[in-house]
Structure formats: structure tokens, C-alpha cells
């Protein structure tokens, strides 16, 4: 049997001459860290890391309907007006279910870019193509000609700052249009770690010698790590944000999650939203929490079972793992309505319990006393 | 500073050391090296009676858990509290510091099955890509 090539993004290179572990993630060979995945996730939440987040997909909304459009398509609110603005939104099937979560960059009125999941830019792609019949839009694929570096952390700013100085001018959720030797580059101050950043999604060419840059602006900055995938995933649970797959999926609505916020029903219409007016009438029957390990193990992992005091099972584990800010195992997961209102819980990890409590996400709030 | 060719090596990565009847069991360099971001240790309780090869211990790094292996069969009589309590001491001294438990051991001869180190360097040269 064949086994299909992994994709490798145009710092592969640079990876391995750094001496990256490398694992498979959605059919691209991704660092999975450097040196250490605790080392790297305290260098982003003391100082800088620096991520090669590639893999993921980059699609252009253009045209006069393209606001319309992204209106349509998506939970959120997309207002023409915010040129520069950084929306997160979910992407609904007709039962209100999510495809995707993903980013929307909006570059003009009539020019918006989609940042994707790495696992879902095919899925997406189909999607997108298929509901934008009728509306005068013009769709690119440009997942295979960009990529991403993020720079995330307390000194992140200043370290993107050394790229084009205008940066730090730019807010939260907002973006610039940078020129860089010669490349146009979108530096959106974004990210998934729940540090404050940048992340440069610019044409292929660019990226080695953006991330050479970025290195060099950093070594100044002590702790700084460039990070693989292992941080990517503790900072991000951390800071309570879903991973598609795991809190999100085509069978999960964002009304069951911590980003009900992202359903804007008072648009007058998108994708989904009679479902999950619909939903909202009969009442949810499961909700996304965190928990927080009593004991120092074992380590919760996704597909754990939530039992109560009494061994009856009250929900499942949606993603698991260490918080090397609280020292403790932590867990994301959704408890049935029936156990809405407990404070302690028994997660089973193949038969290995861990006591936990269930706390409110985030986790981590950068800049708070954890 | 122990002399890793007294120690004799299982396919799991376990080491062993016998003092009087007593092995010591830790993991390897390499496994330390492999398993990275060690966050939770777990050891058998003592009195445990174990047969060789049988899973005692886990090991769980920020992705995923190991399973420990018994070297030899016997009583587990001792076990690294300190290792527990802080488990970047199998990173930093994985042969000596980073011992995991002690085993009474049954049956001496289930030690000369055991690699020795020649013979576990050659496995792990040949299972690094």
C-alpha cells in the first residue's frame, strides 16, 4: 500500500537545520517541537516564540458581494466598514453544526482573506465554492502559495515591530498591509496562544527570510523559542480556545461551546440559523467546561469519560493535557445537563481516575495572577 | 557516577542495577531523551509483587503515557518519592537520581536474559531515524 507524501511548507528547511522533531498533522510534516514543549510554551508566555503555522488555509472572498456573501456564509457579523478588522467566526451547516472555525481578514470592502484549518481546507473549500453560486463573488485557493509565521508573547510586539514599525500603531483583532523587500504581507495582530502577536500570512517566497528576520529580532528578547505544534496546543488550551475536531465539529453547535458569542442572530440571515434558533428554543442539552486536576495525574486525554462522585458518566473529555502556568492536568469537555451544576468531577482515563473540579475558561488570562 | 556497563537494559528501555538481591530500575538516557516533557510519574505501591516484563509504572509526558515495564519478577520494596515530586530528575539524571522503584527479586538468573550495554546501544542505533 502506498503511503501518500507528507506536505512540507516552504520552512522545512529551516525546521530541520534547527533540529525540529517532526510528526504528521492533516498531511503536512509539522515540527512538533524543538527542544521541549514545556520550554517552548513558557518562552510564549514569558517572552517570545516564533510558530510556522503554514499548513493552514488562506482563501480571498472578493467582489461587490463579498461582505454579503461572508454575511451568508458565517455566524459572525461581517460590516463593511471594518476594513482592517480581524473577525473570528464559525462556518455553519444547515443543522447548525461547524465545518470550520476560522478568521476573516478584512482587507477592503470587497476584499476579505480566510484563514482555515489545516484539516478542513478541502472540506471548506467545497463548501464555500458551493454556497457562493449566485452571489458575485470571486473565490481564490491560495492555501498552496502563502503561508503563516505567528510571533506570540509579552515582547512579541516589539519583535514584530523590527519588520515594519507601524505595527505597534495597530490594535488587537486589527491588520496592516505591510510591504516587506518587496513582498506584500498581511501582519494581522492575531494568534492562537492567548499572548498578544502578529502573524504574518505572506506568499511563499517570503517566509524563510521573514522568519530568519524574526529570530534575529528576537534574540534579544530572553525567554524566546521558535515552537512546534506540542506549545501550539498547551498555549491554546490554556486559554480555553476550541480546536476543531475536538470542541468543534459538523455535529457540535457554537451554542454547546464557549463561543456562543460568535452567533450574531440578529443578522437577518446565515447559514444555520434557523437550527440554532431552533436549538436555542428547546434548550441545549450539553456544554463545554474546563477541569482542573486535584492530583497531579493522570493526564486527561481526549475520549475520557466525566464520571460524578457517584461513578455515573456526566460527559466527555473534548481535549486533555498539562498547563505548565498552573502546574496542574487540565481538560476541556462537555458535561450533560443533568450535571450543569457540579463542582467536582472524576475524569477516566482508561480506567486511571483523575479527581478534578470544574472551573470556567479561560484557564490562563495573560497578564493576571494565575 | 555509575558505570553504565555494570547495568543491563531491557527492550522497553528499562535499566537495572542489583545490589545485594535488590534491582534498581530506572528508564534509559534515550527513553528520557524520546519520552521529552516528562509531567506526571505514577510507581507501583510498595509490596507490589510483579512478574517480569508486567507494566508497573507509567510515564507521561505532555503527549502521552508510557508504560513501565519490571525488568525481573519480584516485591517492589522501594519507591523514588522524590522522582514524583519533581520528575525533571529522570530528565537530568536518568541512572542515577531518576530511579524509579526498587524490586526484590525471585529469581537471579532473569537478569542474564537482560542486554548489556554493548548490546543496547546497538538497538537503539538502530531504532534512531
Known sequence: ?370 | MTDVKELRFTKTHEWMRVENGTAIVGITDYAQQEIRDIVYIELPKIGKECAQAAAVAVIESVKAAFEIYAPVSGKVVAVNQKAIEDVSLVHQSPYEEGWLFKIEMRNRQEADGLMNFAQYNQLTAQAHH
Open chain 1, 1 to 370: 500500500m502506498a503511503t501518500q507524501t507528507l506536505k512540507r511548507t516552504p520552512l522545512y528547511e529551516t525546521h530541520q537545520a534547527k533540529g525540529a522533531k517532526f510528526v504528521p498533522f492533516a498531511g503536512w510534516e509539522m515540527p512538533i517541537l524543538y527542544r521541549s514543549v514545556l520550554a517552548e510554551h513558557t518562552a510564549v508566555r514569558k517572552g517570545a516564540g516564533l510558530f510556522d503555522v503554514s499548513h493552514m488555509g488562506e482563501f480571498f472572498v472578493n467582489g461587490p458581494e463579498a461582505t454579503t456573501f461572508l454575511n451568508h456564509l458565517l455566524t459572525q457579523e461581517i460590516v463593511a466598514p471594518a476594513v482592517g478588522a480581524a473577525i473570528y467566526a464559525h462556518m455553519l451547516n444547515t443543522n447548525g453544526g461547524v465545518i470550520d472555525d476560522l478568521i476573516v481578514y478584512k482587507i477592503a470592502e470587497d476584499k476579505n482573506l480566510l484563514v482555515v484549518n489545516a484539516s478542513r481546507i478541502e472540506a471548506d473549500w467545497q463548501w464555500i465554492k458551493e454556497q457562493a453560486k449566485g452571489f458575485a463573488v470571486e473565490l481564490q485557493n491560495q492555501s498552496d502559495d502563502y503561508g503563516i509565521i505567528a510571533v506570540q508573547g509579552p515582547r512579541a510586539v516589539q519583535v514584530a515591530a523590527q519588520v515594519n514599525s507601524r505595527l505597534s500603531q495597530i490594535n488587537r483583532f486589527h491588520l496592516a498591509q505591510i510591504r516587506w523587500q518587496s513582498h506584500d504581507i498581511i501582519a494581522a495582530r492575531t494568534g492562537y496562544t492567548g499572548e498578544d502577536g502578529f502573524e504574518f500570512i505572506a506568499p511563499n517566497e517570503a517566509l524563510p527570510e521573514l522568519w530568519n528576520l524574526l529570530e534575529k529580532a528576537a534574540q534579544h528578547c530572553s525567554p524566546f523559542a521558535p515552537c512546534g505544534l506540542g506549545s501550539r496546543d498547551t498555549l491554546r488550551l490554556e486559554s480555553g480556545y476550541p480546536l476543531w475536531g475536538h470542541e468543534l465539529n459538523e455535529n457540535i453547535t457554537p451554542l454547546e461551546t464557549n463561543c456562543a458569542w460568535v452567533v450574531k442572530f440578529q443578522k437577518h440571515d446565515f447559514i444555520g440559523k434557523t437550527a440554532l434558533e431552533e436549538l436555542k428554543a428547546k434548550g441545549i442539552k450539553r456544554k463545554l467546561f474546563g477541569f482542573i486536576g486535584q492530583k497531579p495525574g493522570p493526564i486527561p486525554r481526549e475520549g475520557a469519560a466525566i464520571l460524578d462522585a457517584q461513578g455515573n458518566n456526566a460527559g466527555i473529555v473534548s481535549s486533555g493535557g498539562f498547563s505548565p502556568s498552573l502546574g496542574k492536568p487540565i481538560a476541556m469537555g462537555f458535561l450533560n445537563q443533568t450535571h450543569w451544576g457540579s463542582k467536582e468531577v472524576r475524569l477516566n482515563i482508561a480506567g486511571r481516575e483523575l479527581p478534578a473540579h470544574v472551573a470556567a475558561l479561560p484557564f490562563y488570562k495573560k497578564g493576571e495572577k494565575n
